[in-house]
């Protein structure tokens, strides 16, 4: 049973450029958060969606950032005109149930670099 | 001030103590509250989770909750170098709020 899989692992982007990071969640799961870590920081909650919906962003960037869960394929966080400050971890989560379920699995990750 | 604090650390303590981890949030209506541990690089692995107040055991590992004093804490008896690591308190109110986490060096 295949966990929760994130690609690209590793993205390097210039500044200005687009990133795109994928999320597929555990089978059975329908509910996907993103998640940012940056060093010192922890990890800080950006958005969490339910399959065609986003059910809360409150911790998304207003600008430049935007997440999709589609009915068909993995999620999407999309970064427009990545800066440096952008680079990170970011980690996506699924869960069965909804965002009060206790059980959220985390994927390995996509670290993003902007040069 | 932040909604979930910890100690950064590094704590250390040899192998087969206990080692104590403390967590505090701002949030009174915080409603569950989780351990996560993550190894340099890797993904957080959720470990416990407790709703009530008190202790709740799962082999090595205890978990604590106070809600009056919004403390909780995680305790790992015969600690083991395996488990040198960072240790992540979450708690969910409206959102997930995550701590900075606490690394844990468990010296053979």
């Known amino acids: 049973n295949a966990g929760v899989m994130q690609n690209p692992r590793h993205l390097v982007r210039r500044r200005g450029q687009e990133a795109r990071l994928r999320c597929s969640p555990m089978?059975?799961?329908?509910?996907v958060y993103w998640y940012r870590q940056l060093p010192e920081e922890g990890l800080k909650f950006m958005v969490y969606?339910?399959?065609?919906?986003?059910?809360?962003e409150s911790g998304m960037p207003k600008e430049r950032f935007s997440a999709e869960f589609p009915k068909e394929g993995p999620s999407i966080l999309r970064i427009q005109q990545v800066v440096r400050g952008d680079s990170a971890a970011y980690f996506c989560?699924?869960?069965?149930?909804?965002?009060?379920?206790?059980?959220?699995?985390f994927g390995p990750g996509t670290r993003l670099t902007v040069t | 001030q932040k909604e979930v604090e910890q100690n950064s650390g590094p704590l250390s303590v040899p192998e087969g103590a206990i080692a104590s981890l403390n967590c505090t949030y701002s949030?009174?209506?915080?409603?569950?509250f989780f351990w996560y541990r993550q190894y340099s690089g890797k993904s957080p692995e959720l470990i416990m989770f407790?709703?009530?107040?008190g202790d709740k055991e799962d082999g090595r590992f205890t978990a604590q909750l106070n809600k009056a004093s919004q403390y909780v804490s995680l305790l790992i008896r015969d600690s083991q170098p395996s488990d040198s690591a960072t240790y992540l308190c979450?708690?969910?109110?409206?959102?997930?709020?995550f701590g900075t986490g606490t690394s844990l060096t468990v010296i053979p």
């Open positions: 989560a699924s869960s069965q149930e909804g965002f009060s379920s206790y059980e959220q699995y």
């Open positions: 407790i709703y009530s107040n």
């Open positions: 979450a708690v969910k109110g409206n959102q997930f709020y």
């Open positions: 949030d009174r209506g915080s409603q569950s």
């Open positions: 089978k059975g799961h329908s509910h």
């Open positions: 969606l339910q399959k065609e919906n986003i059910i809360d």
